[in-house]
């Protein structure tokens, strides 16, 4: 059974930095497209970035220039690096995983921006 698991949120500065981890098991991560959403409070969940298999890129534009989505396939796990974090930010962080059909999610962690 495929299982994702969030790490790394947690509490920042404003203009801080996280690097939030998703570790998959029960399958073969490097054939998976992996991508990272978010929910703020009271907004629609809205996708953040995405990383093929071939390790091609895309971001939101709001958070082009400020977050790295990556990969490491040995390691079973997605990354997404997020820079100078404002309070705009702020919210719960899923990853997903697909392959083919209806993507695989993870539980999400929270991130919070606030001095």
């Known amino acids: 059974q495929v299982q994702l698991v969030e790490s790394g949120g947690g509490l920042v500065q404003p203009g801080g930095s996280l690097r939030l981890s998703c570790a998959m098991s029960?399958?073969?991560?490097?054939?998976?497209?992996v991508s990272w959403y978010r929910q703020a409070p009271g907004k629609q969940r809205e996708l953040v970035a995405v990383i093929t298999t071939d390790g091609n890129t895309n971001y939101a534009d709001s958070v082009k220039g400020r977050f790295t989505i990556s990969r490491d396939n040995a390691k079973n796990t997605a990354y997404l690096q997020m820079n100078s974090l404002t309070p705009v930010y702020a919210a719960v962080y899923y990853c997903?995983?697909?392959?083919?059909?209806?993507?695989?999610w993870g539980q999400g962690t929270q991130v919070t921006v606030s001095s």
């Open positions: 997903t995983a697909r392959f083919i059909g209806r993507p695989y």
């Open positions: 029960g399958s073969a991560f490097s054939i998976y497209v």
